[in-house]
C-alpha cells in the first residue's frame, strides 16, 4: 500500500490547481483521476471572466479574444437589453488545452498524476484526501461531509467559426420554456462559438438535445461551425457553497464544494480561489496537526457572500412562464434595471478572496 501526504481525486483545474500548490510547498501529492485522457468528459462551458483573467496565470494562449459586450434577450427576442463594458469582461478557452497546461504545471511542481485510476480503488492512504471529483462526489460521501442537492442539466455545443464582422458578443436568452430557472446562451468570439443552455431538470419540455437543436434554429445568428462540432454537457450545482466541506480526513473543492455562482452557474473563478484556500489551510493543518486550522475553511462563512444571489436564484427558479420574463425586461431597459444586470455580469466580486 502506498502512502503519500495528499490524495487529490479527480484532475479537472480545482484538482491540478490544489495540488500544483501543495507539491510546491514540499508536499508528497498525488493525483487519481478516472478518465484516461483530460480532453474527455470536459462539462464546463471555459468561460473566464475578468477578474480571474486578472488574478490568475491563465495560459492566455489558449484562451479566445476578449468579449465585452453582453446582450440580454427575452422570450419574445425582441427588443433585447445590450450591455457593454469599457473592460474585457470574458475569454472562453479551449478548456482540453488548459488541462494540459494545469497538468503539466503540478507535474513540473512535484505532484504525481495517475489517469484511468477511480476513487477509492487507488491503492493509496493518504493522511489527507481533497476531494475535486465533480458535483457528485464520493469523497464527499466517504468522509461524510455535505453533498450537493440542487442542481441544473446542461449541454452545449462548441466549434471553430469563421472571422466575424461584428464584436465578440455574449448572448443570453432567458425564456422559461426553452431553459427553465435559467438561459440559453450563444458565445461567439469570432474564433469559437459554444451554443447552449441549461435548466431544471424536472421541469424540462423535451430532451437536452432536441431543445438545444431547436435554439440552433430558432436564435438568429448562430454561426455555421468551419469544423466538428463537440459536445458537452453535465450537471451544475446551484446551491451555494455546501456548508460542511471540511473535516480531519479531508476537504472538499471545485464542484464537490458547491463552489460555483447560484444565479450565473459560474464556477472557474471560485474554484480557483477555494483551492489556493484549500491549498493554504491543508499545508497548515499537515504541518501543525491542528484541527482547528480547518476553521479558515468555512463553506458556512464563504456562503455567506452567496445571500443576494441565492435569493435572486430563487425568484428565476420560480418563474414558470414567458409573461413574467417579458415582464422583468421591462424593468431591465430601466436605467436603475441595466445598473444592476451590469453588476451581475461585470462586478469585481467574487470569493474567496485569493489566497
Do not use: K
Request: glycine share 12%; aromatic share 6%; hydrophobic share 45%.
Amino acid at each position: 500500500m502506498e502512502s503519500v501526504d495528499v490524495l487529490v481525486v479527480g484532475a479537472g483545474l480545482a484538482g491540478l490547481h490544489t495540488a500544483r500548490l501543495l507539491a510546491s510547498r514540499g508536499f508528497d501529492v498525488l493525483v487519481c483521476e478516472r478518465r484516461t485522457r483530460l480532453d474527455t468528459g470536459i462539462r464546463t462551458t471555459g468561460i473566464f471572466v475578468r477578474r480571474t483573467l486578472e488574478d490568475f496565470a491563465l495560459p492566455h494562449r489558449h484562451l479566445g479574444p476578449a468579449v465585452r459586450r453582453v446582450v440580454l434577450h427575452p422570450p419574445s427576442l425582441r427588443a433585447p437589453v445590450e450591455l457593454v463594458s469599457p473592460r474585457d469582461e470574458y475569454r472562453v478557452a479551449d478548456m482540453a488545452a488548459v488541462y494540459a497546461h494545469a497538468l503539466s504545471g503540478a507535474e513540473a511542481a512535484g505532484a504525481r498524476v495517475r489517469l484511468g485510476v477511480p476513487y477509492p480503488s487507488a491503492g493509496v492512504t493518504a493522511r489527507f484526501t481533497v476531494g475535486a471529483d465533480g458535483a457528485r462526489s464520493a469523497v464527499a460521501r466517504r468522509l461524510g461531509l455535505d453533498a450537493n442537492r440542487r442542481f441544473l442539466v446542461g449541454v452545449e455545443d462548441v466549434f471553430p467559426v469563421g472571422p466575424s464582422a461584428s464584436a465578440p458578443t455574449f448572448h443570453c436568452v432567458l425564456d422559461p420554456r426553452l431553459a427553465p430557472g435559467y438561459l440559453a446562451w450563444l458565445v461567439d468570439d469570432g474564433h469559437e462559438a459554444h451554443v447552449g443552455l441549461a435548466g431544471h431538470p424536472d421541469r424540462l419540455a423535451a430532451p437536452l438535445p432536441r431543445l438545444l437543436r431547436s435554439f440552433h434554429q430558432r436564435f438568429p445568428g448562430v454561426p455555421t461551425p468551419t469544423g466538428p462540432v463537440r459536445r458537452r454537457g453535465g450537471l451544475i450545482p446551484v446551491g451555494g457553497v455546501l456548508r460542511r466541506i471540511a473535516c480531519p480526513e479531508g476537504l472538499l473543492v471545485g464542484d464537490a464544494a458547491g463552489a460555483v455562482s447560484p444565479l450565473t452557474a459560474g464556477g472557474l473563478d471560485p474554484c480557483l480561489r477555494m483551492a489556493g484556500l484549500a491549498a493554504a489551510v491543508t499545508g497548515d493543518y499537515l504541518r501543525t496537526g491542528d484541527p482547528s486550522v480547518l476553521r479558515r475553511y468555512d463553506g458556512g462563512a464563504l456562503r455567506a457572500r452567496f445571500r443576494l444571489r441565492l435569493l435572486l436564484r430563487g425568484a428565476l427558479s420560480r418563474t414558470r412562464g414567458p409573461a413574467a420574463t417579458e415582464a422583468a425586461f421591462a424593468l431591465l431597459r430601466t436605467p436603475l434595471g441595466r445598473a444592476a444586470a451590469s453588476r451581475v455580469l461585470f462586478g469585481d466580486g467574487s470569493f474567496p478572496d485569493r489566497a
